[in-house]
């Protein structure tokens, strides 16, 4: 069967964009302008034979179908500057566990003298955090947070160990002080993820998406160990960026 010549062209996702497939559909997350854009019906798959790095369905007994409407699509896609020619490698996407585990931290050893050390290092983090959400794109964030992690003293899995518990123990035990009941979940992991850095240790910062209704979440997570939310909870949420 002949493919339109905008199908016959292969493509790829630019660089600040990032997608996952979920229920049935694909969703596509611009780090650009901070936007969501959902491609389902017989689309979803079909434009994997354009595109390299489409995300599949896990499950998939039926071929793409070239036939799918992909031109206007493919059109949609190139106009929002979303795709870039396939020529060369595909940058890597970095992966995250299933997460299995919530971290108990509110039970951890309390650590003295060092309470209002971590105090001003939560404020500090809490301030850059909402300076980063008001001026910066989610491109300009990831950047950021990816720099952050290669500063870090400790390997890329700060594991489940007595100085993560103890240092979590401290963040939640002074987070109310800091975030207010109207910082949302973003606020909230980013400047968690600052002030582990600060202790020399760099998890992985993550954005989920689910559909029915769509929302999106973003929590921290090392391992299959969630820090600051209930691993059931994050559960419900197929990862799109992971930083």
Avoid at 20 to 49: F, H, I, M, R
Avoid at 142 to 155: D, F, P
Wanted: net charge positive; hydrophobic share 40%; charged share 20%.
């Amino acid at each position: 069967m002949q493919l339109s010549s905008a199908q016959a062209t292969r493509y790829r996702l630019a660089d600040h964009v990032r997608a996952c497939w979920v229920d049935e559909q694909v969703v596509l997350l611009d780090l650009l302008s901070n936007k969501y854009l959902g491609v389902g019906g017989t689309q979803a798959p079909a434009l994997s034979l354009s595109i390299v790095d489409w995300p599949v369905a896990p499950r998939c007994s039926t071929p793409p179908d070239p036939q799918a409407g992909l031109d206007a699509w493919l059109a949609t896609l190139l106009d929002q500057r979303l795709l870039v020619s396939a020529f060369g490698p595909t940058p890597p996407r970095t992966s995250i566990e299933e997460p299995l585990e919530s971290l108990n931290a509110h039970g951890s050893t309390r650590r003295q003298g060092l309470e209002w050390r971590h105090l001003m290092r939560m404020g500090w983090a809490s301030a850059v955090a909402a300076h980063w959400l008001k001026h910066r794109s989610l491109a300009d964030i990831a950047k950021n947070v990816l720099r952050l992690g290669q500063c870090a003293q400790t390997g890329g899995d700060c594991t489940d160990s007595d100085s993560l518990r103890s240092t979590m123990s401290s963040y939640m035990r002074l987070r109310p002080f800091v975030l207010t009941a109207h910082d949302q979940c973003l606020h909230d992991s980013l400047t968690l993820i600052r002030f582990l850095a600060m202790q020399g240790m760099r998890p992985h910062w993550v954005i989920g998406v689910r559909t029915r209704p769509f929302g999106a979440h973003s929590w921290v997570q090392t391992g299959r160990l969630v820090l600051n939310d209930v691993h059931e909870n994050v559960r419900a949420y197929t990862p799109i960026l992971v930083v």
